[in-house]
């Protein structure tokens, strides 16, 4: 059974740095892009990142670039996001997301991780 | 404003059918696959649809997807108190390089 495990969520002060995983397991993780998607309270879906398969192919939403890097390290079946120069929009639930289908059909998804920016 | 346009309610009666509506353009929707996605209450998103008419294993088929040109709509019929939720499309679109989805439709069952 596939399971995504988001961690590394809490509360960062405006400019502060932070840094999430996720920790996949139930499926061949190398052979996965995946993503990062974030969702402001009481707002709808954002995409953040995403991450081909070897970790060579990044895309980030105009809103972050510049200010997150996505990783992964496929011998330990992780995804990462490391965030720095957060404001106080950045402020959201943030979930770990698996490409399975085409155009970016998202499959399986995370139970979120809450990043709070307090200025 | 979301790159995908959803209208932000609809609502039923149990049993009645409900569609929900997803607009883009020919960078999106015209030319890629569409997603449809469940988000109950408090909790993460799950799939229902993908690749426009497509139903992941475990979902009923009173759900159900189609596109034609640059929209898509997701129909519900049978509606249960269950299905009582926000509904996102979303897609990839090829000129923005970036995933998009609308801004979400929430559905209420009378």
């Known amino acids: 059974e596939v399971h995504l495990v988001e961690s590394g969520g809490g509360s960062v002060q405006g400019g502060g740095s932070l840094s999430l995983s996720c920790a996949a397991s139930g499926f061949r993780f190398s052979n996965f892009w995946m993503t990062w998607v974030r969702q402001a309270p009481g707002k709808g879906l954002e995409w953040v990142a995403n991450?081909?398969?070897?970790?060579?192919?990044?895309y980030y939403a105009d809103s972050m670039k510049g200010r997150i890097t996505i990783s992964r390290d496929n011998a330990k079946n992780s995804v990462s996001l490391h965030m720095n120069s957060l404001r106080g929009e950045d402020t959201a639930v943030y979930y770990c997301?698996?490409?399975?289908?085409?155009?970016?059909?998202?499959?399986?998804w995370g139970q979120g991780a809450l990043v709070t920016v307090s200025s | 404003q979301s790159v995908l346009t959803q209208p932000p309610s609809v609502s039923a009666a149990p049993g009645q059918k409900v569609t929900i509506s997803c607009s883009g353009s020919s960078s999106n929707i015209g030319n890629n696959d569409v997603s449809w996605y469940q988000q109950l209450p408090g909790t993460a998103p799950k799939l229902l649809i993908y690749?426009?008419?497509e139903r992941p294993s475990g979902i009923p088929d009173r759900f159900s997807g189609s596109k034609s040109g640059t929209s898509a709509t997701l129909a519900i019929t049978g509606l249960q108190t269950g299905d009582e939720a926000d509904y996102y499309c979303g897609t990839w679109d090829s000129s923005l390089t970036s995933v998009v989805f609308g801004g979400g439709t929430k559905v209420t069952v009378l």
């Open positions: 991450i081909n398969q070897d970790g060579s192919g990044k």
């Open positions: 690749e426009n008419v």
């Open positions: 997301t698996r490409i399975g289908y085409k155009s970016c059909g998202l499959d399986y």
